[in-house]
């Protein structure tokens, strides 16, 4: 068997490049000539683009791992595990985890192979961990890819109301997110972040709590799970099972999940949003920022953060998804990503935000305006709803213990 091996890669069905596997395990990726050629190419990540503005379209090897944004398309830890037995292919092995999972993946990309052909029936031997994968493998692999490392779902609404996770794991709309193995009620505390988020006025997909026995088709070795699921309607998604293209911020700044947490900071990623976006995305920016220092969510890292391309070219905040408070499960002083000078939550200040501002020339105005409105809307929607949404009494009380030691929670942080 040769050892050259073709993927084609597909921006809205339509091949825009190839990945290559060549000897001694390197993959190479090359954009077609036809998309370089097009003035008007759909923009397939910033991290393609130089400081001008132009495409870039050399790109150096990658042995056994994937270039980063590519590497950033496949689940980690867990749910990597998880799909990769049911692929029957090697988790490490990412180029064969890319081509076994390429149907559905975030955004509006796809993997194909070269000759059109889909599934695990033609990775060579070194890609599969044993000879009964081989041989199961193609019809139960659950065929889709959802970056993290949470066990989800792609599932399907159906017309009566009910989530179907496919038969084939390809096409749905929303996410099902279960119950975490380690940590109690993670899906009933991400409900009622998100919920107090857009009572706040950020852009929150829907989201609600289901019983995970009402979900159809969902693995067997799945229903042992307590308590409910999350499910949170997909923005990369359209009702015409079109989809929108996504990239998250270890994408942007081709940084491999594993350096999620130290590679950049918030400030680069305000930056970021400053050059790529307007008013209303640096507002929303500044708003989930102090917000989750406020309910202390000590994970917001690259991964967290994404940008969306509404018309293909342009790319502006993504809609938020993943706001768990962190710190009733492991104890934490200090933010995921630096704010700018620092990580502590105690010193998320305005003289911080001001620093960020300055540095990721964000309208220092706009950023303390909407800094102190969401601290006010935060402490008027806590009161109301901690009663009365889904959270544990240990939870509510990690988040009051820990606004009491936050400054500008109670207005001397400025």
């Known amino acids: 068997m040769s050892d050259v091996v073709v993927l084609e890669v597909l921006l809205y069905g339509a091949q825009i490049g190839t990945l290559t596997r060549v000897a001694g395990d390197r993959t190479i990726f090359a954009f077609s000539e036809d998309y370089i050629a097009d003035e008007n190419r759909p923009t397939l990540g910033l991290s393609f683009k130089t400081a001008l503005g132009e ?47 390429g149907a559905d993946l975030p955004g509006a990309i796809s993997i194909r192979q070269a000759d ?43 017309a009566r109301g009910g989530l179907t996770i496919p038969a084939r794991g390809v096409g749905g709309s929303w996410i099902v997110k279960l119950q975490s193995q380690h940590f109690d009620h993670v899906p009933e505390n991400e409900y009622s972040m998100m919920t107090l988020a857009r009572m706040i006025g950020m852009d929150v997909p829907a989201i609600e709590l289901v019983p995970v026995e009402s979900i159809a088709n969902l693995p067997t070795e799945m229903l042992t799970t307590k308590g409910p699921a999350l499910a949170v309607e997909r923005f990369d998604r359209l009702p015409n099972n079109g989809a929108v293209h996504i990239e998250d911020f270890a994408q942007v700044f081709g940084v491999y999940p594993a350096d999620k947490y130290g590679q950049a900071s918030y400030m680069n990623i305000g930056k970021v949003i400053a050059a790529e976006g307007d008013t209303k995305d640096i507002a929303e920016f500044i708003r989930r920022l102090t917000f989750n220092t406020l309910i202390g969510n000590a994970d917001m890292h690259l991964k967290n953060w994404s940008v969306i391309y509404h018309d293909r070219r342009r790319a502006s905040l993504a809609p938020a998804y993943d706001f768990v408070s962190t710190i009733p499960y492991i104890p934490d002083e200090n933010a ?6 620092t990580k502590r939550f105690s010193e998320f200040s305005e003289d911080e935000l001001s620093h960020l501002a300055a540095r ?55």
């Open 360 to 414: 990721a020339r964000l309208p220092e105005r706009l950023v303390l305006d909407t800094a102190r409105e969401t601290i006010e809307l935060f402490h008027q929607n806590w009161a109301e709803q901690k009663a009365h949404l889904p959270l544990s009494s240990k939870v509510a009380e990690t988040i009051e213990h820990h606004l009491a030691k936050l400054p500008i929670a109670s207005g001397a942080g400025a």
């Open 336 to 341: 995921a990503l630096k704010f700018s000078r």
């Open 116 to 158: 059109g052909a889909g599934g695990t029936a033609d990775l060579p031997d070194d890609s599969i961990d044993n000879e009964s994968d081989r041989t199961s493998s193609g019809s139960q692999a659950l065929r889709f890819s959802l970056a993290g490392v949470q066990l989800k779902f792609s599932a399907i609404q159906e």
């Open 55 to 101: 495409l870039i379209t050399e790109f150096r090897p990658y042995q056994k791992r994937l270039m980063p944004y590519f590497s950033n398309l496949l689940p980690e830890g867990h749910m990597r595990t998880y799909l990769a037995e049911r692929a029957g292919v090697n988790p490490e092995r990412e180029f064969f985890l890319l081509q076994a999972l």
